[in-house]
């Protein structure tokens, strides 16, 4: 649809390539964002969790959203913007504003557990800057949960449009429709696709689709389809990648998903940034037997 919002669809949060010396490798980052554009994902979010964003200097975050602009083609490109304070948040917000980035994604404060009206001031300080913003709430990370009743309150002051829910609990999904029903819901993890999109879901900030891009864009058409029968196509799709799936949201996910991408083909360096290290081999080994499992069924 032509009227699409740019967070609507399946955005990918990028995983960033980085060479043996630990550099970021943007000609590699370049081609994952013209492989997974050209394999149906809409929209691409560098420099977010998934991006190792706090292993980045600013140029080098500022770089990695410029190198997405130029290989995207098209595509939104939303970038992370979440910093320790708002200050930092802010330039790149004014960065991405000023390189004509449609909307931000942003988390709460990280310094420390912030309170709501601190939580609020962040979001403030950053939508000053005129750019919409998607915020991203990931309380196992930044120990600041955005409760349903906080984002109906940010919803309502008009700071943000949408939110990427990463809490794992589907049940914030019904009380933020009935407590801010205008705030676009996005999918924030991705073993819980099939739950959100039967709930509404508009959009996905996605992990996976970093590896197997077509099978997890048909995966999030079909659970967000108003037709049954397209349901329970994904409900098969959904069980044979679960598995797979799941790694988007433990401790290693980033590992995970790049490890994936090798299996896969897609990436072939996947050195990480500390203090991420090797994932632990017996660890590995599951992970590449999931997406071996995947990928022999066809999975792509």
Partial sequence: MTDRKPWHGVNLATTLPFHDDLSVDYD????????????????????GSLGEYQTLTED??????????????????????????????????????????????????NAYRASDDEVVDHYRRVAAVGLPILAYNNPIDTKIDLRPDLLARLFDEGLIVSVKEFSGDVRHAYEIRELAPGLDISI???????????????????GYPNAIPAATVELYTLSTSDDPQDWVRAREIYRDL???????????????????QQVA?????????PPRLRLPDEVAARIIADTEAVLSKGYR
């Fill in 60 to 109: 080098e975050r500022k770089r990695v959203f410029l190198a997405a602009v130029e290989a995207a083609g098209g595509a939104a490109v939303i970038p992370g913007v979440g910093a320790y304070g708002a200050l930092e948040s802010v330039r790149f917000a004014e960065h991405a504003a000023e390189n004509g980035a449609p909307a931000v994604m942003l988390l709460p404060p």
């Fill in 188 to 206: 924030g993890s991705d073993d819980v696709v099939f739950e959100l999109g039967l709930n509404g879901a508009v959009g996905w900030v996605a």
């Fill in 265 to 273: 083909g897609v990436l072939s360096n996947i050195t990480t940034r």
């Fill in 242 to 260: 679960h598995p797979l799936l799941r790694w988007d949201s433990k401790t290693w996910f980033v590992q995970a998903i790049k490890l994936s």
């Fill in 28 to 47: 590699a980052y370049a081609e994952l964002v013209r492989y997974t554009t050209s394999n149906g994902v809409t929209g691409i979010i560098p420099n």
